[in-house]
């Protein structure tokens, strides 16, 4: 998948890393040197001697490594605000001011590439042009613009999509508007009241459709589903990524594993204080379903992601997270170097952006961040994110601007 091109013509760049993970497996390499041409990374060497070029960025004393992918999230949410459905139906505006400020919180902690899950309004596209226009800070984004929704199905906003012909209509104008993916909301959620159902919103043969028609294009269908027959439902009618899957059984994940199916896990909007906990949680019917949903993850988690199912990670509209998702992976018993691969090049690879992102690798764009600290040895310090670049830009850590302005541009 090609990106839009940001018409900037940055000359040579050189980075001298006093650890760097490049995102391949490979172990960390003391003391190397990464050179960026036109944002892209043309070469990764070990450092030879003390000497560096003039205007070498000096990282000798940081922890080098990818950019950081959130897979799963939506740019005008904040669900430490209550009623997350409330907020999708607000107008164009008040949803891109929003989103501009969650953007940038979301650049400046380390995050380059970003995949939105539904959004009202088309606004995910206006933010992902934005972004590439340089007209505001944010991360790369891939969009789906509206969720595709059943009327009586969680995540129903503004607009719902019933029958096959309606969810062909809705996954044919999303993808007219510039959509790079197609999401389906499939079983019932933690935000909203009720029961956690696990059965499907949606007809086999509706989600075929969506599945049919992201196909067609060369995109992919995503679902919203948390276990049970709705998630085997859409795993076995071909979506790409099933989002949260927090219920999902020993049986639902060897279905997944069977069909190559990644689990997107988003675990930062249940289980942290400052998510749907500090949002919505004073309504004692969710507020059980997120401890309900904390209890199951915390007892299945560290089975699933030891059983090979291919996972990667999310914060669902936490904004600035990722570490805290990739913190809950290693507290799951993943090790922090496949930690730091789920949110790296397996992000890209769930979101089939691997062949520009999610590795420091020659050919790949330059989305580089550096760590105060070794997240190998305390995954804690994926919070001291001391420098984002991304396309070989950097962004001032404290406002997500380019550092330095225009200077910057024209190196
Ligand atoms: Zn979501």
């Not at 939506?74 to 607000?90: I, M, N």
Request: glycine share 12%; hydrophobic share 40%; with cysteine.
């Amino acid at each position: 998948m090609a990106f839009a091109s940001t018409g900037r013509s940055v000359a040579v760049r050189t980075i001298r890393c006093g650890t760097l993970f490049d995102g391949t497996g490979a172990p960390p390499l003391r003391d190397a040197v990464v050179v960026i041409t036109d944002g892209r990374i043309t070469s990764v060497e070990p450092a030879a001697g003390g000497a560096m070029a003039p205007d070498t960025l000096d990282l000798r004393d940081r922890f080098v490594m990818p950019g950081l992918i959130d897979c799963h999230s939506h740019a005008s949410l904040v669900p430490g605000q209550g009623d997350q459905l409330g907020q999708l139906c607000r107008g164009p505006v008040p949803q891109a001011l929003a989103a501009t400020r969650n953007l940038r919180r979301d650049l400046a902690a380390g995050t380059t590439t970003m995949r939105l899950m539904g959004e009202e309004h088309f606004v995910d596209v206006e933010l992902r042009d934005a972004i590439d226009a340089g007209v505001i800070p944010g991360p790369r984004l891939l969009v789906a613009g509206r969720g595709l929704a059943a009327d009586n199905g969680h995540g129903r906003a503004l607009t719902s999509y019933d029958g096959v012909d309606e969810v062909r209509r809705g996954a044919r104008e999303n993808l007219r508007r510039g959509a790079n993916h197609v999401k389906i909301f499939v079983t019932g959620g933690v935000s909203s009241p009720g029961p956690m159902p696990t059965g499907s919103a949606y007809t086999r043969e509706e989600i075929r459709a969506a599945v049919e028609e992201a196909d067609r294009v060369g995109a992919y269908a995503a679902a919203h589903a948390h276990g049970g027959p709705g998630l085997q439902l859409a795993v076995s009618e071909g979506v790409r990524t099933i989002e949260h899957g927090a219920l999902s059984t020993d049986e639902d994940i060897a279905l997944m594993i069977e069909r190559r199916v990644w689990l997107i896990c988003t675990f930062a909007i249940f289980m942290h204080p400052t998510g749907i906990e500090q949002g919505d949680g004073h309504r004692s019917a969710i507020m059980d379903k997120v401890r309900q949903a904390r209890r199951v993850v915390a007892e299945s988690f560290p089975r699933h992601l030891g059983s090979g199912v291919r996972f990667a990670c999310g914060t669902d509209s936490m904004h600035g997270l990722m570490p805290f998702e990739l913190q809950t992976l290693v507290r799951f018993g993943v090790s922090p170097a496949d930690a730091l691969l789920a949110g790296t090049r397996w992000g890209a690879e769930a979101c089939r952006i691997d062949d520009q992102v999610g590795t420091i690798q020659p050919g790949k764009r330059a989305d580089v961040i550096a760590v105060d600290g070794d997240p190998l040895k305390d995954m804690a310090a994926l919070e001291r994110v001391t420098l984002v670049m991304k396309d070989g830009v950097v962004y001032d850590g404290a406002h997500g601007r380019p550092a330095g302005g225009a200077r910057e541009d024209q190196r």
